[in-house]
T-cell receptor, first 114, second 110 residues
Framework: DGGITQSPKYLFRKEGQNVTLSCEQNLNHDAMYWYRQDPGQGLRLIYYSQIVNDFQKGDIAEGYSVSREKKESFPLTVTSAQKNPTAFYLC?????????????FGQGTRLTVV | RKEVEQDPGPFNVPEGATVAFNCTYSNSASQSFFWYRQDCRKEPKLLMSVYSSGNEDGRFTAQLNRASQYISLLIRDSKLSDSATYLCVVKDTGRRALTFGSGTRLQVQP
């Protein structure tokens, strides 16, 4: 089955630690995105990538880093520089070909700082 | 000003009611428009794309007004299962990334 998989589903981090969230897709999509959602809020764009080996900062990139070494993978690292990392993180992928194509989301990772 | 603005609600309606949500966007370069549905603690899923001529999918109708830069979603004959948060989403030709509104919460009551 084609889809997009995020892991882990729940993640606990101690203050000062870096953690990496995994996002893998087998939909053959060029575009991939990372969003953050806080309770009662919409999704805010962290980073996005339209093609392998290229990515751009979104609206709230500070304290985060990404890589796009393979088409199917777009991991997100939450660094110790991110002051308030507790949130729901969502990864999405989309076919880059046309503007109206659907973006598919993973099931998300809930990150909690303890 | 937020790029995509929605009334957060909640909209509390009885089963069978008709309910409408509006959304405004600020970037005139926006070219693609969508409504996504998000259930509590789940990922968003596409409800429908919004086309310039307006489009309908069963009980759901979406409209786009480019001149006024707003998008609407109409739900007829509301069901209990329609209870969710509805996210307005736009995509512009420049950045080519999806920008989300903060969502409108709908609660359909028996």
């Amino acid at each position: 089955d084609g889809g997009i998989t995020q892991s882990p589903k729940y993640l606990f981090r101690k203050e000062g630690q870096n953690v990496t969230l995994s996002c893998e897709q087998n939909l053959n999509h060029d575009a991939m995105y990372w969003y953050r959602q806080d309770p009662g809020q919409g999704l805010r764009l962290i980073y996005y990538s339209q093609i392998v080996n290229d990515f751009q900062k979104g609206d709230i990139a500070e304290g985060y880093s990404v890589s796009r070494e393979k088409k199917e993978s777009f991991p997100l690292t939450v660094t110790s520089a991110q002051k308030n990392p507790t949130a729901f993180y969502l990864c999405a992928s989309q076919d880059r070909g046309t503007m109206n194509t659907e973006a598919f989301f993973g099931q998300g990772t809930r990150l909690t700082v303890v | 000003r937020k790029e995509v603005e929605q009334d957060p609600g909640p909209f509390n309606v009885p089963e069978g009611a008709t309910v409408a949500f509006n959304c405004t966007y600020s970037n005139s370069a926006s070219q693609s428009f969508f409504w996504y549905r998000q259930d509590c603690r789940k990922e968003p899923k596409l409800l429908m794309s919004v086309y310039s001529s307006g489009n309908e999918d069963g009980r759901f109708t979406a409209q786009l007004n480019r001149a006024s830069q707003y998008i609407s979603l109409l739900i007829r004959d509301s069901k209990l299962s329609d209870s969710a948060t509805y996210l307005c989403v736009v995509k512009d030709t420049g950045r080519r990334a999806l920008t989300f509104g903060s969502g409108t919460r709908l609660q359909v009551q028996p």
